[in-house]
């Protein structure tokens, strides 16, 4: 039996977005070159940016209460992280746009592909740049300072996988600052709790991020990129268990040394639930994980936001307790 033609991409698609993505099928067309370059075809990024910032949050909340303030602080959050992950992709896009016409996933984002110029991306990075500025001036000084200070990795880590086979720590020491600001945002203070919780994110994003660098790897090593997944190779299974021991003895460690100190121990073995949790959701990914199949490995990778947003769900029942 004949079977029907398949429906064609849409003009300027990008190789690895998801079908029927909304920048590709309803925003105008003047906007999707720079969507694409802001990665919003693929929201997962900035759900991966998100997240800290709900684990900060949340994890504070239960340390002395929420407040009416903790909602803006959520929704700056939301708003923060499309933003500044819109513009840390277009920074990357801009330093990487040679190397991307060389990898096969990736020669069709719109700088390699020709669809926006590099002046104009650079604008478009600019304004980004700002919607995360005027976000970030609603908070206090203390957290106003820590969010000037994360452009620093973010300017790093597009350079990274030039010199080190960890470009993987320099995403995670980038992609996770949310936890401080969000944190800093309700407390006022950078304290350790947010710290602990910072560690667990840079080593997850390790483990999601070596999972997801498998799609690329015969690429990578024909043009010299580095990551850790070629430096793990065959063993990556065997040594992203220990990374997920990291994520919730780190995390576990945060929640201790938060909620201590407030007296409430069903609070503190409920929010405890949170690393535990995400734990068994890690171990199943790398039960299923097979590095020779790209598109498992991409499956792998998305559904990390489940597995990150399974800890603010524990966090935010300990702040009704609290």
């Not at 998801?18 to 906007?31: E, L, T």
């Not at 990556?236 to 460690?253: D, E, S």
Request: proline share 6%.
């Amino acid at each position: 039996m004949p079977q029907p033609p398949e429906t064609p991409a849409p003009e300027g698609q990008v190789a690895d977005a998801g079908k029927g993505n909304w920048v590709d099928h309803r925003a105008p067309a003047w906007a999707r070159p720079y969507l694409r370059l802001s990665r919003a075809d693929r929201p997962i990024g900035a759900w991966l940016l998100l997240i800290p910032c709900l684990w900060g949050v949340a994890l504070a909340a239960a340390t002395d209460g929420a407040r009416a303030f903790d909602l803006w602080i959520v929704a700056g959050c939301v708003i923060g992280a499309v933003a500044m992950r819109g513009a840390g992709c277009t920074w990357n896009d801009i330093t990487d746009r040679r190397i991307d016409a060389g990898v096969k996933r990736t020669r069709s984002r719109p700088l390699p592909a020709g669809q926006v110029s590099v002046r104009q991306a650079v604008v478009w990075l600019i304004v980004q740049a700002l919607v995360g500025l005027l976000i970030l001036l609603t908070f206090n000084r203390a957290t106003i300072l820590l969010g000037v200070i994360s452009l620093i990795p973010v300017a790093v880590y597009p350079f990274a996988k030039r010199f080190t086979w960890w470009p993987q720590v320099f995403l995670g020491i980038a992609f996770n600052w949310g936890a401080l600001v969000a944190w800093t945002a309700h407390r006022g203070t950078l304290e350790a709790p947010a710290v602990l919780l910072y560690l667990a994110g840079v080593v997850w994003t390790v483990f999601y991020d070596t999972i997801y660098a498998h799609q690329d790897k015969e690429d990578d090593a024909l043009i010299g990129i580095r990551s850790t997944a070629l430096l793990f190779g065959a063993r990556t299974g065997a040594i992203l268990r220990w990374f997920m021991v990291a994520v919730v003895v780190l995390m576990a460690m945060a929640v201790v040394v938060a909620l201590t100190d407030r007296g409430d121990l069903l609070a503190l073995v409920i929010a405890l639930g949170g690393p535990w949790a995400m734990g068994w959701h890690l171990a199943w990914q790398i039960r299923d994980l097979n590095i020779d199949e790209p598109e498992t490995c991409l499956r792998l990778f998305r559904s990390n936001r489940d597995a990150g947003l399974v800890p603010v769900v524990f966090f935010a029942v300990a702040v009704v307790i609290v």
